[in-house]
């Protein structure tokens, strides 16, 4: 057993104290890894949570989001317009990024993120996201608020950039012929 529990209300209210410090992803940063270090933890305290993906909470300095990727499932390539520290708390995630420039859409690099791994993405970074083997959770600190801000996604083929919408997003979701 952990010295402290992990504590969802207490971790929404590290994250909303770490968004308005003096350095936010930095502090963001260092509690989602202090946080993710113990995922047996998180595993054991965490409510259960039906939905793939659920906003826990908003305001106008941070967005925090519970996510669960499926196996074979794609997400569509998007941005976010503001910085995100993403923890993975169980299973594994593989990004890929893509730069969408000079009208060439094309991939750059990609990420493998494993339970107890922490990533930062800036906001202009566009990316798409699928666990591996089997279903990954994780918490994101998104130093903004998400809900309101102008995002894009894009096609997976060429690329190309339409407005971020439920809809848009639902459309564009992919299960991966591979699996």
């Not at 936010?24 to 946080?35: C, G, Q, R, V, Y």
Request: contains cysteine.
């Amino acid at each position: 057993m952990s010295v402290k529990d992990f504590n969802l209300e207490q971790f929404i209210a590290d994250a909303r104290q770490a968004a308005v410090s003096e350095n936010p992803i930095l502090s963001a940063e260092s509690l989602m890894k202090a946080t993710v270090a113990d995922c047996e933890n998180i595993i054991a305290n965490m409510p259960v949570i039906e939905e793939c993906e659920r906003m826990l909470f908003e305001d106008d300095t941070v967005s925090i989001w519970y996510c669960r990727f499926e196996p074979g499932t794609v997400v569509p390539a998007h941005d976010h317009q503001m910085h995100v520290v993403v923890g993975v708390y169980q299973g594994a995630e593989e990004h890929a990024f893509f730069d969408n420039s000079n009208g060439e859409y094309k991939e750059i690099k990609s990420l493998s993120l494993g339970a107890t791994e922490v990533a930062k993405l800036s906001p202009n970074q566009i990316h798409t996201v699928t666990a591996t083997n089997t279903a990954s959770q994780a918490l994101h600190i998104y130093l903004g608020k998400l809900s309101t801000v102008e995002r894009s996604l894009f096609t997976f083929d060429s690329g190309k950039e339409i407005p971020f919408s439920v809809e848009n997003y639902e459309k564009l979701a992919q299960v991966n012929s591979l699996t």
